[in-house]
DNA sequence: TGCATACATAAGTGATTGCTTATATAATAA
DNA sequence: TTATTATATAAGCAATCACTTATGTATGCA
């Protein structure tokens, strides 16, 4: 690996609200209006994040209908250094569970 | 460790420029002057670089004299996750042997 | 067919980035 | 003392950032 290539992949990680969806993604596959609600962010927020992570390698897309789930890419070059950094990063307060609780949760999948 | 934590040490070593810096300095502490040889920046440059690493906590200074000797913080708590990435980077063209054969070697240590 | 849903994209904006040049500071050398 | 060396800091600037609002596109449903 270059250190052009380790600056992009770092880059795209190192961002909170990026770091967050990472976080969510590590435990399942998500769509965007998820994360809409789970970061209580515009979907076109939402959305700009996922190109950025997906350019950097870090997550997989797959159209199901009209949703997109998304995925971690476990073939990442660095995805185990991911895991063990995602690792040390406390559990988001939001949680699938407590969208079907409020009766926010979407049928993606 | 927090978001913002991570956010704030990862983004202060996503950056070419600094991850060179830090690979350099996995092998032996050195002095901006030798940087700027190493990397051939400008000195301002290569200052503004330590700071955001210092700030980061990613590496120490020890003022000798004239000279600000700079070394890896190996007790940042990600210490050993940036290893992981270093080992995974090449060995950068210029050393500071390089140096020494072209008489650029400043005797700052 | 028409409308709602899920998402992507584009343009605009204020904040941050990484450099530059210029200058300040502090230690040593002459 | 004066000059030189090593470094830090400040101001300025173009590029990039993460959002916003507005709009486009594709799917599924009535």
Redesign the pocket.
């Known amino acids: 690996m270059d250190y052009k290539q380790m600056e992009q992949s770092l ?1 795209a990680a ?5 770091m967050l969806i990472l976080k969510y993604l590590s435990k399942e596959a998500l ?4 994360f ?1 609600e789970l970061l209580d ?12 992570l997906k350019q950097a390698g870090w997550i997989c ?1 797959e ?7 998304w995925s971690l890419n476990e073939k990442h070059e660095l995805f185990e250094v991911l895991s063990s950094l995602l690792a040390m990063l406390p559990e988001p307060e939001r949680t699938v569970e407590s969208l079907i609780a409020e009766g926010k949760k ?3 999948n």
Do not use: F, L, Y
Not at 63 to 69: E, F, L, V, Y
């Open positions: 880059k190192s961002d909170e609200t990026r769509c965007i209006c998820e809409t962010m515009s979907q076109p927020a939402i959305s700009q994040h996922m190109r950025k897309e159209k199901r209908g009209r949703w997109t789930i979407v049928n993606c």
